[in-house]
């Protein structure tokens, strides 16, 4: 996946939220148009095969559980994280605590 595409994909979801509900669970028809978004977009220049909506739920189940872990990691106390730069893991300390976190 592009940025290019996951943009497309985040912009799309985000105009259908409604049909998300609470926890952003959204049906196959909202992945199918997502993909269908994706791959009419001409500004894309897409690697590989045009996306379906089952390419399109995994690549949200995917981003959703990332942003879920980050947001686990942004909640410990002590653990740093912002949006330009990250968790700013510089040095082997730091590097051991994020691996034994991971």
Known sequence: WQDAEVDVLLHHLIENRASGGD????????????????????????????KTGKMVKTKWTSLKKTFNQ????????GFHWDNVRGAGIEGTAAASVWDTYV
């Open 23 to 50: 926890g952003g669970n959204f049906s196959m028809p909202t992945y199918n148009s997502a993909a269908a978004a994706i791959n009419t977009d001409g500004t894309i220049q897409t690697i590989g095969p045009p």
């Open 70 to 77: 980050i947001e686990v990691y942004r909640n410990v106390s």
